[in-house]
């Protein structure tokens, strides 16, 4: 009923960017928040950034100053910038999102997007 799609992962050198997106799709009535998680080997998953439809977001303190999150509220699109990538950032890539399908209130998850950072 509701898809999230990844998008955009992939091998970077340190230092580099790359741009994550994650659509959403389905019988939605709306999305609350959406966001991003990450889960490298031996870890727990861990909230790497999220933004409220308002607009309001919350980060990761290992990536403030360097990644941005952004939505397009019109296409149910949420979109990670990330700058200045070091080999630490490198993971599975998971689109999270808050999502009512009327009456029921859900989170999704998307199937992940490997990003790998090289030293």
């Known amino acids: 009923q509701v898809q999230l799609v990844e998008s955009g992962g992939g091998l970077v050198q340190a230092g580099g960017s790359l741009r994550l997106s994650c659509a959403a799709s389905?019988?939605?009535?709306?999305?609350?928040?959406m966001g991003w998680y990450r889960q490298a080997p031996g870890n727990q998953r861990e909230l790497v950034a999220h933004m409220t439809t308002g607009g309001s977001t919350i980060y990761a303190d290992s990536v403030k100053g360097r990644f941005t999150i952004s939505r397009d509220n019109a296409k149910n699109t949420v979109y990670l910038q990330m700058n200045s990538l070091k080999p630490e950032d490198t993971a599975v890539y998971y689109c999270n999102a808050d999502i009512v399908v009327f009456p029921r209130r859900n989170v999704y998850w998307g199937q992940g997007t490997q990003v790998t950072v090289s030293s």
């Open positions: 389905g019988s939605i009535f709306s999305i609350n928040i």
